[in-house]
């Protein structure tokens, strides 16, 4: 049977006790567009554990994440194999939305540490401080020119939802940026 | 570059928005009874003020929405803005 590889499943994990980089293969990532107000909307936030975050930018965390991409639009994330399309169909029922299996769209790189912030900062436009952008923020924004989303966790931590055929450059690109922060010269 | 406001995402770098040109221009009421010359003129000609200008911007690399904003086109400030469907 073919091997399922993960689109960094060439990256060393780095960890030093600043910085920690490392992959999130096959997490289930789902896109949810459905009128916020609606009451499919209610349901499929009761159906979560959480309701969709209507405040621009920010994350709900419950059974599954529930990142604010857009004023009717969400990514839901929950771990790998997790059937969260059926959950989301059922709770939906016949209402009017749009619910897609998008979990090869993007992969996940986490970092973490107390240098994560100087580290994205490096290609990064938005303002990082956790008085800005802390625990429970997420953005649609750039990293290194590369579209992501980010996702503001607990403590350090942040996760970067990259497309799959951008998951190699951004790796390799934040392995350069991140030199003085794990000890390495540079070339 | 410019700092531009989303009406969602509050003030991104310029680079992360798509340009949509002159806002509020109406698509003609019955396009088939159009000169050639009235129809070009709804297709190519835009105002080109030096101050304010009503245009269009899409935020494609953040939340995807279109949005009107008023341009000060001679110092780049950007006045007001507001969302369109
Ligand atoms: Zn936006």
């Known amino acids: 049977m073919a091997e399922r590889l993960s689109p960094l499943a060439r990256f060393t994990p780095v960890s030093s006790g600043d910085l920690r980089i490392a992959e999130i293969p096959f997490l289930t990532q789902i896109n949810l567009r459905v009128d916020p107000k609606s009451r499919a909307a209610a349901d499929i936030g009761l159906a979560l554990g959480a309701p969709l975050p209507t405040e621009p930018g920010t994350c709900a965390s419950a059974d599954a994440d529930l990142l604010w991409l857009g004023p009717d639009e969400w990514l839901v994330v929950g771990e790998r194999g997790r059937d969260l399309e059926g959950t989301i169909r059922a709770a939906a029922g016949t209402a009017h939305a749009g619910i897609t299996d998008v979990s090869a769209q993007r992969t996940v790189v986490a970092v973490e540490g107390p240098r994560s912030r100087d580290l994205l900062a490096h290609g990064c436009a938005l303002d990082l401080h956790p008085r800005v952008f802390g625990p429970g923020r997420c953005a649609q924004t750039m990293l290194a020119r590369a579209q992501v989303v980010l996702a503001a966790r607990d403590g350090d931590a942040f996760r970067v939802f990259v497309r799959s055929s951008f998951a190699g450059y951004l790796a390799d690109w934040l392995m350069d940026a991140a030199g003085e922060y794990l000890g390495v010269t540079p070339r | ?85």
């Open chain 2, 1 to 85: 570059m410019l700092l531009i406001p989303c009406p969602w995402c509050g003030p991104r770098d310029e680079a992360e928005f798509h340009y949509g040109g002159q806002a509020h221009v109406a698509y003609p009421e019955n396009p088939a009874a159009l000169s050639d010359e009235e129809w070009a003129r709804y297709l190519f000609f835009r105002d080109n003020p030096k101050g304010r200008f009503a245009e269009r911007w899409n935020h494609t690399a953040g939340c995807r929405r279109w949005f009107n904003a008023v341009r000060n086109t001679a110092t780049n400030e950007i006045e007001a803005r507001e969302v369109t469907a």
